[in-house]
Antibody, heavy 123, light 109 residues
Framework: EVQLVESGGGLVKPGGSLRLSCAASGFTFSSYSMNWVRQAPGKGLEWVSSISSSSSYIYYADSVKGRFTISRDNAKNSLYLQMNSLRAEDTAVYYC????????????????WGQGTLVTVSS | EIVLTQSPATLSLSPGERATLSCRASQSVSSYLAWYQQKPGQAPRLLIYDASNRATGIPARFSGSGSGTDFTLTISSLEPEDFAVYYCQQRSNWPRTWTFGQGTKVEIK
């Protein structure tokens, strides 16, 4: 069974940093691209970042470029999101999601999602 | 960057009725469009990919159609568990970005 479990969320002050993790199990992690998607309270879904299976291709939304860094450790079956210079508008539930096709660099859809971790940026 | 516009924003229907949700892209996305369902407090769930292919475990009452710029998600007969928010999604090639529609809420009338 595919499982994605996010952790690392919490309350942080504006300008602060946080590192999110996503532990994957139930599939060959190293064969799939991975993604972060967020959802502000009461709002819709917003794509944040994507990373290919070998970390060769990395993409960011303009809203987080230069502040967030996505990475992965295939030996540990884990995905990460380092978030720096956090702003109030970064407050959201952050989901990790698996790319929909193995080996394809960055599939356009996401077939499994974790339950999310809440990040709150407030003074 | 491709923009996805979903309509209507809210659909009020009764169980057993047919639901028709629309997603329009600002430029052609061929058939590279996905639909997701999200219930309150839950993660999104993939329903449809490549415009018309049901994901694993998705009931046959869910169907997708369309290509180019106009897409439709149809729920043939609403079950109580189908009342939720539905999002369409696609990916732009340049710049490489992923976009979601703003969502359609299907609520009980």
């Amino acid at each position: 069974e595919v499982q994605l479990v996010e952790s690392g969320g919490g309350l942080v002050k504006p300008g602060g940093s946080l590192r999110l993790s996503c532990a994957a199990s139930g599939f060959t992690f190293s064969s799939y691209s991975m993604n972060w998607v967020r959802q502000a309270p009461g709002k819709g879904l917003e794509w944040v970042s994507s990373i290919s299976s070998s970390s060769s291709y990395i993409y960011y939304a303009d809203s987080v470029k230069g502040r967030f860094t996505i990475s992965r450790d295939n030996a540990k079956n884990s995905l990460y999101l380092q978030m720096n210079s956090l702003r109030a508008e970064d407050t959201a539930v952050y989901y990790c999601a698996r790319g929909g096709l193995p080996t394809v660099v960055t599939p356009y859809y996401f077939d499994y999602w974790g339950q999310g971790t809440l990040v709150t940026v407030s003074s | 960057e491709i923009v996805l516009t979903q309509s209507p924003a809210t659909l009020s229907l009764s169980p057993g009725e047919r639901a028709t949700l629309s997603c329009r892209a600002s430029q052609s996305v061929s058939s590279y469009l996905a639909w997701y369902q999200q219930k309150p407090g839950q993660a999104p769930r993939l329903l449809i990919y490549d415009a018309s292919n049901r994901a694993t475990g998705i009931p046959a009452r869910f169907s997708g159609s369309g290509s180019g710029t106009d897409f439709t998600l149809t729920i043939s007969s609403l079950e109580p568990e189908d009342f939720a928010v539905y999002y369409c999604q696609q990916r732009s090639n340049w710049p490489r970005t992923w976009t979601f529609g703003q969502g359609t809420k299907v609520e009980i009338k």
